[in-house]
């Protein structure tokens, strides 16, 4: 049973395209969050969620839009792709802010 | 504004030395302090964290940490490197809601 999931693990698209990464966790969380490791593996936060309401927005651009249906899922929708968004997206949730958070396997884009 | 230093990007190591992989960190107020591990194509894994308590935590694979608040460090150690170990390593202090991580250390144990 894996405990955070993100579909697809791998996504190759064309410039301009609107894409979605879906995160589902299956271990009770509160909080949900997303992160954007870069080709030089520095892990950047991105959003998190807490009971599916938005808490942290880390200057990231308008295009990209997360959205939590329910506790259990943090989707990630990104418009008008540009080859610098061209990175791996990880999803990982945690009961709280304190405590340790798991993460999924991450979604490799790549931008073309 | 928190943030978070690992001083080398890589650390090579002999199987069976000691490993050290250092961090240091700046938050405002009393942190919470966790190490993760990432294995090739594979997300991060949870090692240990330091809440409150003894300087010294124990975690996963043998690995263990020191708090010192006076150098605001945070160094990852382990008696004896596995080849096994070799994988990229992240200090990530939490605070104000978010975990802020590190460029990361490569850990490379050589036979």
């Known amino acids: 049973d894996t405990a955070v999931s993100q579909t697809p693990k791998y996504l190759v698209t064309q410039m301009g395209n609107d894409k979605s990464i879906k995160c589902e966790q299956n271990?009770?969380?509160?909080?949900m969050y997303w992160y954007k490791q870069d080709s030089k593996k520095f892990l950047k936060i991105m959003f998190s969620y807490n009971n599916k309401e938005l808490i942290i927005n880390e200057t990231v651009p308008n295009r990209f839009s997360p959205k939590s249906p329910d506790k259990a899922h943090l989707n990630l929708h990104i418009n008008s792709l540009e080859l610098g968004d061209s990175a791996v997206y990880f999803c990982a949730s945690s009961q709280l802010f304190t405590t340790e958070a798991f993460f999924g396997q991450g979604t490799r884009l790549t931008v073309v | 504004a928190q943030s978070v230093a690992q001083p080398e990007d890589q650390v090579n190591v002999a199987e069976g030395n000691p490993l050290t992989v250092k961090c240091t960190y700046s938050?405002?107020?009393?942190?919470?302090l966790f190490w993760y591990v990432q294995y090739p194509n594979r997300g991060l894994q949870f090692l240990l964290k330091?809440?409150?308590?003894?300087?010294l935590v124990k975690g996963s694979y043998g690995f263990e940490a020191e708090f010192n608040k006076s150098q605001t460090s945070f160094h990852l150690k382990k008696p004896s490197a596995l080849v096994s170990d070799s994988a990229l390593y992240f200090c990530a202090p939490s605070a104000g809601n978010k975990l802020t991580f590190g460029g990361g250390t490569r850990v490379l144990v050589k036979p």
């Open positions: 938050v405002s107020g009393n942190p919470y």
């Open positions: 271990l009770g969380h509160d909080t």
């Open positions: 330091y809440i409150t308590g003894d300087n």
